[in-house]
């Protein structure tokens, strides 16, 4: 019963996973941090799966030699 998980991370390769798709990781929070940091004294009596984990990542800048020249830019119209 219930639906199968399709996906999953490890969390030791989370930052390689998203660099491989153009991102940068910025935080990446096991469940007790992120019960801690929104409810407080509140979130140390909650319960639920521990191996839940939010992340939080940013488009990468583009490398140095992909960058436009100054006067180079594309116009798209």
Same mark, same amino acid.
């Given at each position: 019963?219930?639906?199968?998980?399709?996906?999953?991370? *490890? =969390?030791?390769?989370?930052?390689?996973?998203?660099?491989?798709?153009?991102?940068?990781?910025?935080? *990446?929070?096991?469940?007790?941090?992120?019960?801690?940091?929104?409810?407080?004294?509140?979130?140390?009596?909650?319960?639920?799966?521990?191996?839940?984990?939010?992340?939080?990542?940013?488009?990468?800048? =583009? =490398?140095?030699?992909?960058?436009?020249? =100054?006067?180079?830019?594309?116009?798209?119209?």
């Amino acid at each position: 019963m219930g639906e199968a998980w399709t996906f999953g991370l *490890d =969390p030791a390769e989370l930052t390689g996973y998203l660099r491989e798709r153009g991102l940068d990781l910025c935080e *990446d929070l096991g469940i007790e941090s992120c019960r801690e940091r929104w409810w407080g004294a509140r979130g140390a009596r909650m319960r639920g799966y521990e191996f839940y984990r939010i992340a939080r990542a940013r488009v990468s800048p =583009p =490398p140095a030699e992909a960058r436009s020249s =100054p006067g180079t830019e594309t116009r798209l119209e």
